[in-house]
């Protein structure tokens, strides 16, 4: 499908004129000052656009220009610039940039090549130093304008740097310098990375919508059973009564999935509220641990099941509430909450155990029809599935036994249905509360939904849904026909 992108920008630009204005080209308008574009447009790499704006105008105030930042030490930078992605080696960045800048007479170069050559530039930020600071003819592709240009079919490329190859060679040259602040706001605001709004879209009906899980609304949605289309989330909310206060019901209105699987509720049903039991479209299904405020699982959906079966039929691990399957016409859902090995892996054995129990029970409803599991599996299989793999190999979660199961698992013809579709590094399902990992982006993917082997045509899409808070992990998606 060929698209006119003349009409997609002039649309998508006249929907951003009310949205927020990235950060960084708020800086540009307000300080007219390449160096602090510079500066900021290195502060909000893997940054929120809020955080990166409260750091800079904090450095700022102490060091307005270069002669400032030559008089901070990195220490003082580090204080800040915190909390934004990777502060500590910013940090390092900007202490060693007036030295950097010395060869280009201390003021910011206006080309690529001389860009490219200061420390924490890559060609993202140059580009976008050019364009914003510079009027210069550069296209800055950042992660927005990659995955969009793709929904739009505009460019079918696997990388940043491969988008803006294309873009350069397609790409009118009088959207060159606007098009990435329109589409970072479109981005932020509309086309979000998950559950984008295409329902209020002003592009919907011109757009491909390539790969995309749009968010559905309980008005749009055919009745159950009616329908091929099933989405399905899973979430380890730690804590449901925890996760209640902070909108739970809201979330689940709002998302509106067939099926919406949750781990550690850490609740007996005597403990829960009318309103949890009872989400308008949905029945629920809970199976709590005999030990009070621990582990726990909940399952609710809009379709009712043919059956429900609580637990493995395995004593040791039923009384822990880990596994919840409900049988539907065409499948299996099991919604499981692994144990973890815990600290100094007292409990491996007792999750190799129950892994394999597990692996059997999957096995044995296979035979009969598709099945699909999710849950907080606690394991990151790979080194790319956490930040820090190398510090972490002796650790629960990441030890080598458990990853083996993992690769048993898989072996044995069990989808990573999140892997069929996302390959890039840095995602992330669970964070630790301390340290600002989440907001530093220091994280664990533990959290999965896997297929049978026989299943994976079945397989549409299978994301993160990472910008959804209230638990130290995040929701995920899997679109199921
Ligand atoms: S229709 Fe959906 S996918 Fe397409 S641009 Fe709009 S929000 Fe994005």
């Known amino acids: 499908m060929k698209i006119n992108i003349d009409k997609f920008i002039t649309t998508i630009a006249h929907e951003v004129k009310n949205y927020a204005v990235p950060v960084v080209d708020l800086i540009a308008v307000q300080s007219e000052d390449p160096f602090k574009v510079l500066v900021a447009t290195i502060l909000s790499a893997r940054t929120k656009d809020e955080t990166t704006a409260k750091a800079s105008a904090r450095l700022f105030a102490e060091a307005p220009d270069l002669e400032g930042l030559k008089k901070l030490s990195e220490n003082t930078i580090q ?51 050019l364009a914003v600071a510079f009027k210069k003819e550069a296209i800055c592709v950042d992660t927005h304008v990659h995955r969009i240009m793709n929904i739009w079919g505009y460019v079918q490329t696997k990388t940043p740097l491969e988008t803006e190859m294309v873009l350069r060679e397609k790409l009118p040259k009088k959207y060159w310098l606007e098009i990435n602040s329109i589409i970072v706001a479109f981005g932020q605001g509309l086309c979000r990375p998950v559950a984008p709004h295409c329902d209020v879209c002003p592009i919907s009906k011109l757009c491909p919508q390539t790969g995309v899980i749009p968010r559905r609304r309980p008005k749009d949605q055919k009745a159950q059973g009616k329908t091929d289309r099933k989405t399905f989330i899973s979430w380890n909310v730690n804590g449901i009564r925890a996760v209640e206060k902070k909108g739970f019901i809201e979330i689940v209105k709002k998302l509106s999935p067939d099926i919406f699987a949750l781990q550690e509720t850490k609740a007996q049903p005597g403990q829960l509220s009318e309103e949890l039991k009872n989400i308008n479209g949905y029945e629920s299904y809970w199976h709590s641990a005999a030990r009070k405020g621990y582990s726990g699982l909940a399952v609710y959906t809009r379709q009712k099941p043919l059956k429900v079966i609580e637990g493995l039929s395995l004593e040791e691990m039923d009384q822990e509430g880990r596994v919840l399957t409900l049988e539907f016409d065409d499948f299996y859902f099991i919604n499981t909450y692994f144990p973890n090995a815990q600290h100094g892996l007292a409990r491996l054995d007792y999750k190799l155990r129950f892994n394999q129990a597990l692996h059997t029970h999957a096995e044995f409803l296979a035979r009969k029809k598709s099945v699909v599991i999710c849950g907080d599996f606690n394991v990151a299989h790979k080194p790319i599935d956490l930040k820090n793999p190398k510090t972490n190999q002796k650790n629960p979660g990441f030890t080598p036994e458990e990853r083996a199961w993992m690769d048993q698992f898989i072996a044995a013809g069990y989808i990573d249905t999140f892997r069929k579709f996302h390959q890039e590094p840095e995602q992330y399902t669970w964070w630790s509360y301390k340290f600002n990992a989440r907001e530093r982006n220091i994280g664990w993917r533990i959290d999965y ?25 995040c929701p995920v998606i899997l679109e199921f026909k």
């Open 79 to 129: 204080k800040l610039i915190y909390p934004v992605g990777f502060y500590k080696a910013k940090a390092g960045y900007l202490t060693k940039l007036p030295e950097a800048l010395e060869p280009f007479n201390s003021i910011v170069p206006q080309d690529l090549e001389s860009l490219l050559k200061l420390p924490g530039v890559g060609r993202k930020t140059a580009n976008l130093v």
């Open 449 to 473: 939904f896997m297929v049978d082997p026989k299943s994976n045509k079945r397989v549409l899409e299978a994301d993160i849904m990472s910008d959804i808070k209230g638990s130290d992990h």
